[in-house]
């Protein structure tokens, strides 16, 4: 039974990162962030995974957690319910553009992974491919550069070494590119279409659901949360969130431990909406 009563007022729906923010460095959810979901969710809050994850990796997740039936995924390439029944939002990438960042992760040999609207894709094999396999929870689809560029394409991402990855963001293809752009993880530059954030992800679905911005929440910790941390009305950085991305948000967690951030970030926001200070 929902509470008739919200201390959470006027929130009606949180948008969560995953990695970094509602999960810990093991990819686990902690009591006590779950506990918090769970608290979110008994007063009717619309509970919204926002991540650059593909929406098949990204189900693992929901299903721990109470009532999540929405996602947005691949940095807000993609919207739809947990059942893709609806799908409210795709941004792909033109095959001209996604051919360009392939090309330049191939001939530079950096681990290339492809996102297309069904499933992930390797164009690579190695460490880093591997690495990318652990932090996925998945083993990306072997494919050929010329097999996925006849698929819809959400994003493509470069995987390397945080020093390598650095020197990728100063090569002219990714200086003059004019689409999405963004380093998620240090280990890690992923592009996408020019309607691609969390942000834009998110719209759609707030007015499927006939909410506004002022009523949302949101919760991250890195470059790619941006967009919706500026977004939403309320917003929260995790403590050990990237500095930029603490400037975008409006308030930061409380310290303590990293694998229960969000659900210090939770009880703050429930203290200052409790007492109209936001």
């Not at 460095?25 to 008994?42: F, G, Q, R, T, Y």
């Not at 942000?199 to 911005?213: D, F, I, S, T």
Request: hydrophobic letters at 40%.
């Amino acid at each position: 039974m929902k509470s008739s009563e919200n201390p959470f007022h006027p929130i009606k729906a949180v948008a969560i990162d995953l990695d970094g923010t509602l999960l810990d460095h093991d990819l686990n959810i902690s009591p006590e962030n779950k506990a918090a979901v769970e608290e979110l969710d008994s007063h009717g809050i619309h509970i919204i995974l926002a991540s650059g994850r593909h929406h098949t990796t990204m189900l693992p997740f929901a299903k721990q957690l109470p009532n999540v039936e929405w996602i947005v995924s691949g940095q807000g390439s993609f919207t739809a319910n947990r059942d893709l029944s609806k799908i409210l939002y795709n941004c792909y990438l033109a095959p001209e553009d996604a051919s360009r960042i392939i090309d330049l992760g191939l001939e530079n040999e950096y681990s290339v992974i492809v996102y297309s609207s069904t499933d992930i894709h390797s164009l690579s094999t190695g460490k880093w491919a591997e690495y990318y396999e652990n932090l996925a929870g998945v083993s990306p689809q072997s494919t050929s550069k010329e097999e996925v560029l006849q698929m819809d394409i959400l994003k493509v991402a470069l995987v390397d070494t945080e020093e390598r990855i650095s020197t990728a963001m100063t090569l002219p293809t990714v200086v003059n590119w004019k689409h999405y752009c963004v380093r998620s993880l240090k280990n890690l530059l992923e592009f996408a279409g020019s309607g691609t954030s969390k942000a834009n992800g998110l719209k759609p679905l707030l007015g499927h659901l006939g909410l506004q911005a002022s009523e949302l929440a949101a919760f991250g910790d890195a470059p790619n949360d941006i967009p919706m941390l500026q977004y939403a009305e309320h917003s929260v950085a995790m403590t050990h969130a990237w500095p930029e991305t603490k400037v975008a948000a409006k308030h930061i967690s409380p310290d303590g431990p990293q694998e229960t951030s969000f659900s210090r970030a939770v009880a703050m926001l429930k203290s200052r909406t409790s007492s109209r200070s936001i």
